[in-house]
């Protein structure tokens, strides 16, 4: 099973991103996973930034996203988004997702710039 992140680019302050994680060659449904995404910032450590469970019933958020940021999945597509607004340098980070079920994958990261 793999996971790719995509949608990352190049943002001014206060623009808007989605990102998307989608899977292939699942062998577990989609909607068991547990899904999340974090961050790494250059010089930093990766940070947690989101999660939602399997049918999409709860979210959380860590505090530095909580009302800019929105988490979603579609079990029907089999993909997971994350709409970003109102953007800050500071969210500027190589943004991965994360899959968590019997395993846990990890995309291989998609890069966010926000610079004006």
């Known amino acids: 099973v793999q996971f790719a992140e995509s949608g990352g680019g190049l943002v001014q302050p206060g623009g808007s991103l989605r990102l998307s994680c989608v899977p292939s060659r699942l062998t577990w449904p989609f909607n068991r996973y547990h899904l999340n995404w974090f961050r790494q910032a250059p010089g930093k450590e990766r940070e947690f930034v989101a999660a939602?469970?399997?049918?999409?019933?709860?979210?959380n958020y860590t505090d530095s996203v909580q009302g800019r940021f929105t988490i979603s999945r579609d079990n029907v597509k089999n993909t997971m988004y994350l709409q970003m607004d109102r953007l800050t340098p500071e969210d500027t980070a190589v943004y991965y997702c994360?899959?968590?079920?019997?395993?846990?994958?990890w995309g291989q990261g998609t890069s966010v710039t926000v610079t004006s």
């Open positions: 994360k899959a968590s079920g019997a395993m846990s994958f």
């Open positions: 939602i469970n399997g049918d999409g019933s709860h979210v």
